[in-house]
């Protein structure tokens, strides 16, 4: 898998994005990855985003699946779009003292302008804890471009999930959460 470029990051001027911007201080700073026919991204819970004792707010999992089913729309169908409807189904409870949790997105069906995306968050064990189908609104070429939409691109370098995993403990090793 090759990860996402994010093309707004040192490009666009306001973008502070609670999803996918890095600058962002309260923001979840998301990154993604492309798997051949997926976005997958791996994140770690911030304990400012608990909801009950240890456990994940189902609003930050919601946000978490949008963003990523939304990166779909981003990167595979290169133009960008917005949420029209989102159904959720929360599974298992998801713990902040994890090590992280991995989120896939597929594209499941594209018709005129419409998208569905199927998301889910997945526990270290790969067990399914929460999942989603989001539908957008997706822009022709010029109206994504007028919405501030670029291009998003791979990175050259080939990684594993496992790659990422580690960098993901390191990092969060090195900040003391």
Same mark, same amino acid.
């Given at each position: 898998?090759?990860?996402?470029?994010?093309?707004?990051?040192?490009?666009?001027?306001?973008?502070?994005?609670?999803?996918?911007?890095?600058?962002?201080?309260?923001?979840?700073? !998301? *990154?993604?990855?492309?798997?051949?026919?997926?976005?997958?991204?791996?994140? =770690?819970? %911030?304990?400012?985003? @608990?909801?009950?004792?240890?456990?994940?707010?189902?609003?930050?999992?919601?946000?978490?699946?949008?963003?990523?089913?939304?990166?779909?729309?981003?990167?595979?169908?290169?133009?960008?779009?917005?949420?029209?409807?989102?159904? !959720? *189904?929360?599974?298992?409870?998801?713990?902040?003292?994890?090590?992280?949790? =991995?989120? %896939?997105?597929?594209? @499941?069906?594209?018709?005129?302008?419409?998208?569905?995306?199927?998301?889910?968050?997945?526990?270290?064990?790969?067990?399914?804890?929460?999942?989603?189908?989001?539908?957008?609104?997706?822009?022709?070429?010029?109206?994504?471009?007028?919405?501030?939409?670029?291009?998003?691109?791979?990175?050259?370098?080939?990684?594993?999930?496992?790659?990422?995993? @580690?960098?993901?403990?390191?990092?969060?090793?090195?900040?003391?959460?």
């Amino acid at each position: 898998m090759r990860a996402i470029i994010n093309p707004w990051v040192g490009n666009t001027n306001g973008y502070n994005c609670f999803g996918c911007c890095p600058d962002n201080p309260r923001g979840v700073h !998301m *990154r993604f990855y492309w798997d051949g026919e997926q976005v997958v991204s791996v994140w =770690r819970a %911030n304990p400012n985003f @608990v909801s009950w004792i240890d456990t994940l707010h189902g609003g930050i999992q919601a946000t978490l699946l949008d963003e990523i089913c939304g990166w779909v729309v981003f990167y595979q169908l290169q133009t960008s779009g917005v949420t029209a409807k989102m159904e !959720m *189904r929360y599974r298992k409870p998801v713990s902040t003292k994890w090590p992280y949790i =991995r989120l %896939n997105a597929r594209l @499941v069906e594209q018709r005129h302008s419409v998208a569905v995306v199927h998301g889910e968050i997945l526990n270290p064990d790969g067990e399914c804890c929460a999942e989603c189908t989001c539908t957008y609104f997706v822009y022709a070429g010029d109206k994504a471009i007028e919405m501030g939409y670029m291009p998003a691109t791979l990175d050259d370098a080939e990684v594993t999930l496992e790659d990422v995993e @580690v960098s993901l403990s390191d990092a969060v090793a090195l900040l003391g959460r």
